[in-house]
């Protein structure tokens, strides 16, 4: 079985991280309950005409898709493999509601086409015409590492050697209100150093693209090896640390062996009460991460902790901005890390990543 | 060659039948279930015939028995029914005795609900309980829990009308690499007013009966239904003894790459899907016995796919017939309820009948199977095609 690499990573998100030179040296400490990404110059990547048609999801999911294959160096892929929880949450509004608005007369079909799930992979494809494998995986908050599993398994026997993958999720006007009513966006503006201690319901919620050129051969630009991922559906809070431990040792290490932990906090004081017994039980020693404070919370943003997490392998070096604890002295090599994500107590995932 | 993945169950629920059963009696009897939409509150009522299961929601809720404070959509509903017939079909009594998922494909998700209440989930309580259906990953999630299973691999699909082929197709890898010792594989899709009218802005919807890989086709019939496999893998069939359906031999996909919503004319993603999955099945196309084609009667997709047959298969295209004159195009569903029909057709070398055809088109001379024949299957090829060129290939076989 072939190992997997991340060749090249690209984050379009509420930061200003689409430029790979900057590893977060400048943040926007968004006081919000509702945050937008950070707009390249769409027109250096898009003709204008077309990007006009565009949503902002496919637009940020065809750029991020440029610079990931630009720094991989790769021309085409063999494979396409998108997630996205809500899909595209803009076209999908405007089709609804010109549905009731106009009681089903006067449509016309463009929000209609675009607004079906798989509309960026799709639009990906166009644009760099290729004619291979394409997924797009629509399983809420695994999402994003539904897509990332299916990669491995394809590049573990080399049914594809080179394959993009990535989350895009784009805010929705109407969605962001209705689940503002429901609690699910946080009642109140928080500053991103206050959201641990948060005693609300509710996360940020946010948008992003976060795209990766993953290979079984590493490249030159390689930021690290993805050894393993897991996805479960449902999983009680008492039994996340046994299953992260369980998840190491299926790849024959243990909690000492991991230098760093990524977490998935949002502040939502209902639930990030399964990163608190890892954070406070077993991974108390270890150095911890996080990063919805910077990048608010959607259901492909652990991809952004995919991100984080590659970045921090291939420049050793962990910004003190989203850092929880301070385990690690600057000469400690940091060879893996541990990522875990789940959102509202459900669809948990763990990714493995190591140093190449 | 590739050893196939088994199947050891299957449920289905469509406008030709509630069960299994229903759908092979309707299959057999030349009994469409095309008819005008009465449950879904459309203008376009008069305009457009659909396949509709007949069924309102509460009499799905009460054969599911679920509490009146659930909150599933109609595709929820559907695929819960679906996938329990599967799972029973299977004879699995412990679903956790051994390590099973489920991977379904959908388009329209909870969207039945969300444009029911759009504005009412703004103010009025009794409907806010919907919101967190309307994401496509919720209805898999329900069947999950109506299944029982827990802690394990269940994701979802969206990849347009190729969503519950592509679901399939990710099952049998997943058993393959023995990621899962079973999974429960397929798709659901409702009717809906947002599928209806924008189909309808298309203008690929026929205002009658459709006519697939007709010169003189008008279009599609929109329907709905729910269909589901259940896989396992060859140690779990030994040590159960477990009676096989049929395996999924060969399976591809590829994207055309040429339209986010037409195929191209010379059926490329069809084409190139047609050819890998043979590739994985260790076939030529000389072993394929029936194709159930997608056949959606709209001008675009039946001469695509028609160039694509006649690329893979020179003139020796084997018998085809599509079964959407019956179901009308379940949408993401279809290439599980195919699927149903793929394994049905096998296991009564049976070749269902491509009804309301009458000329054959004047790009080719292609010409579907129109009556009910008797004719001994090994392989049976499935395609589905969809929006964003996704194009998907099953291969389905009788040996392993």
């Known amino acids: 079985m072939k190992k997997t690499y991340i060749n090249s990573v690209a984050s379009i998100s509420t930061q200003k991280t689409f430029d790979n030179d900057d590893f977060l040296d400048e943040i926007t400490p968004y006081n919000d309950t509702v945050i937008y990404a950070v707009d390249p110059v769409y027109r250096d990547y898009i003709p204008p005409a077309a990007a006009r048609r565009m949503a902002k999801g496919i637009k940020m999911g065809v750029v991020a898709t440029k610079l990931a294959m630009a720094e991989a160096g790769v021309e085409n892929v063999d494979a396409i493999i998108t997630g996205t929880g809500m899909g595209c949450m803009i076209d999908s509004e405007k089709f609804v509601s010109a549905i009731i608005d106009n009681q089903e007369q006067y449509l016309t079909p463009t929000s209609f086409i675009q607004s079906t799930h798989n509309t960026v992979a799709g639009q990906i494809a166009l644009g760099i015409k290729c004619k291979g494998y394409n997924f797009t995986y629509v399983h809420s908050s695994l999402s994003f590492q539904s897509a990332l599993l299916d990669a491995k398994m394809q590049l573990e026997t080399a049914e594809a050697n080179t394959i993009l993958v990535g989350g895009v999720e784009e805010l929705g006007a109407h969605t962001t209100k209705v689940h503002r009513v429901i609690d699910h966006i946080k009642p109140e503006a928080i500053a991103p150093s206050e959201m641990l201690d948060s005693k609300t319901k509710g996360a940020v919620f946010s948008e992003g693209a976060y795209f990766f050129v993953l290979s079984n051969e590493p490249s030159e630009s390689c930021y690290a090896e993805l050894v393993d991922v897991k996805i479960l559906n449902t999983l009680p809070i008492d039994k996340v640390a046994e299953t992260a431990v369980a998840f190491l040792k299926e790849n024959n290490l243990t909690t000492s062996d991991i230098d760093v932990v990524v977490l998935g906090n949002n502040g939502d004081v209902e639930y990030d009460g399964a990163y608190r017994l890892l954070t406070e039980g077993e991974f108390k020693n270890t150095q911890q991460v996080y990063y919805k404070h910077l990048v608010g919370e959607n259901h492909v943003v652990s991809a952004f902790g995919m991100w984080l997490g590659s970045r921090i392998l291939k420049a050793q070096t962990i910004p003190e901005i989203v850092k929880m604890n301070d385990m690690l002295d600057s000469s400690s090599e940091i060879q893996y890390i541990l990522c875990y994500n789940q959102y509202r107590g459900k669809d948990h995932s763990f990714t493995l990543l190591k140093k190449c | ?400």
């Open chain 2, 1 to 400: 060659m590739n050893k196939g993945v088994a199947i050891t169950g299957m449920g289905i629920i469509s406008a030709i039948g509630n069960n299994t059963q229903e759908n092979f009696h309707a299959l057999t009897h030349a009994k469409h279930g095309i008819s005008r939409v009465d449950l879904v509150d459309t203008i376009q009522r008069d305009e457009i015939m659909v396949g509709e299961v007949k069924l309102t929601n509460d009499q799905l809720i009460e054969q599911l028995g679920l509490p009146p404070s659930n909150n599933y959509s109609r595709t929820a509903l559907l695929g819960a029914i679906a996938a329990k017939e599967a799972v029973a079909d299977a004879g699995i009594v412990d679903i956790k005795k051994y390590k099973t998922g489920i991977v379904s494909g959908t388009s329209v998700g909870g969207m039945d609900k969300t444009e029911k209440y759009y504005y009412e989930y703004l103010t009025e309580k009794e409907h806010q309980k919907y919101i967190e259906s309307h994401h496509a990953g919720d209805s898999t999630q329900k069947i999950a829990e109506q299944l029982g299973i827990e802690e394990s691999l269940v994701t979802t699909i969206s990849t347009a009308c190729s969503s519950a082929a592509n679901a399939i197709l990710f099952g049998a890898r997943l058993i393959k690499s023995g990621k899962l010792d079973r999974v429960v594989v397929g798709g659901a899709d409702c009717l809906s007013k947002f599928t209806i009218n924008g189909f309808k802005t298309l203008m690929i919807l026929s205002d009658t009966y459709s006519t697939p890989f007709d010169e003189n086709r008008k279009g599609l019939n929109l329907g709905e239904a729910a269909a589901f496999l259940v896989l396992e893998s060859e140690d779990v069939v030994k040590a159960e003894n477990k009676n096989v359906l049929g395996y999924v031999k060969g399976w591809g996909n590829a994207n055309d790459a040429f339209h986010q919503t037409a195929s191209s004319e010379d059926g490329d993603g069809a084409t190139l899907a047609m050819e890998k999955a043979l590739k994985v099945a260790g076939m030529k196309p000389s072993d394929i016995d029936y194709i159930n084609v997608h056949g959606t009667a709209t001008n675009n997709n039946d001469l695509s796919e028609g160039r694509a047959l006649i690329n893979v298969f020179g003139d020796k295209t084997p018998i085809f017939s599509s079964t959407k004159a019956f179901t009308g195009h379940t949408l993401a569903a279809a290439g599980g309820i195919e699927a149903v029909y793929s394994i049905l057709a096998l296991q009564h070398n049976l070749v269902f009948p491509n009804l309301n055809f009458e000329t054959p088109m004047k790009e080719f001379s292609l010409v579907p199977q129109t009556e009910l024949k008797e004719k001994e299957l090994q392989v049976v090829l499935s395609n589905s095609l969809g929006f964003g060129g996704n194009s998907s290939t099953l291969i389905f076989s009788k040996e392993a």
